[in-house]
C-alpha cells in the first residue's frame, strides 16, 4: 500500500473564507436567533467582508461563529450583554484589528 499525504491548500490553491464566514452567519443566526432580529443583509455582508480581515486569528473552524457574534455586537453595540463585552470589544480592537 501506498503513502497518504494530507495537504492544506486553504489560502493557497482555493480561499473558503467567504464560504466558511457566510455558513458561520447562518448558524450564528440558528444559536441567537434574537440577536439576529432586524439584521438586514447589509449588516450580514459587512459581517462576511470583516471576516477576511479577522481571518488570521481563526484556528478552528467553530471560531467563526464566534467571530460572527463578536462582529454583530461591534457593529450594534446595544446588543450587548454585559460590560465585559465592552471589554472584549475594546480590547479586540487594540489587540488584533
Same mark, same amino acid.
Do not use: H
Given at each position: 500500500? /501506498?503513502?497518504?499525504? $494530507?495537504? %492544506? +491548500?486553504?489560502?493557497?490553491?482555493? %480561499?473558503?473564507? /467567504? ?8 448558524? $450564528?443566526? &440558528?444559536?441567537?436567533? $434574537?440577536? +439576529?432580529?432586524? &439584521?438586514?443583509?447589509?449588516?450580514? /455582508?459587512?459581517?462576511? %467582508?470583516?471576516?477576511? !480581515?479577522?481571518?488570521? &486569528? &481563526?484556528?478552528? /473552524? ?16 446595544? !446588543?450587548?450583554?454585559?460590560?465585559? %463585552? ?7 480592537? !487594540?489587540?488584533?484589528?
Amino acid at each position: 500500500m /501506498g503513502d497518504l499525504y $494530507a495537504l %492544506d +491548500f486553504d489560502g493557497v490553491l482555493c %480561499d473558503s473564507c /467567504g464560504e466558511s464566514s457566510r455558513s458561520a452567519v447562518k448558524a $450564528a443566526k &440558528v444559536r441567537w436567533p $434574537a440577536l +439576529f432580529d432586524g &439584521v438586514d443583509s447589509t449588516t450580514e /455582508g459587512w459581517i462576511v %467582508d470583516q471576516m477576511y !480581515i479577522v481571518r488570521p &486569528v &481563526v484556528e478552528t /473552524g467553530y471560531e467563526n461563529l464566534l467571530l460572527v457574534r463578536l462582529l454583530l455586537e461591534m457593529r450594534i453595540p446595544s !446588543i450587548r450583554k454585559s460590560s465585559r %463585552d465592552s471589554q472584549l470589544m475594546a480590547y479586540w480592537r !487594540i489587540g488584533q484589528i
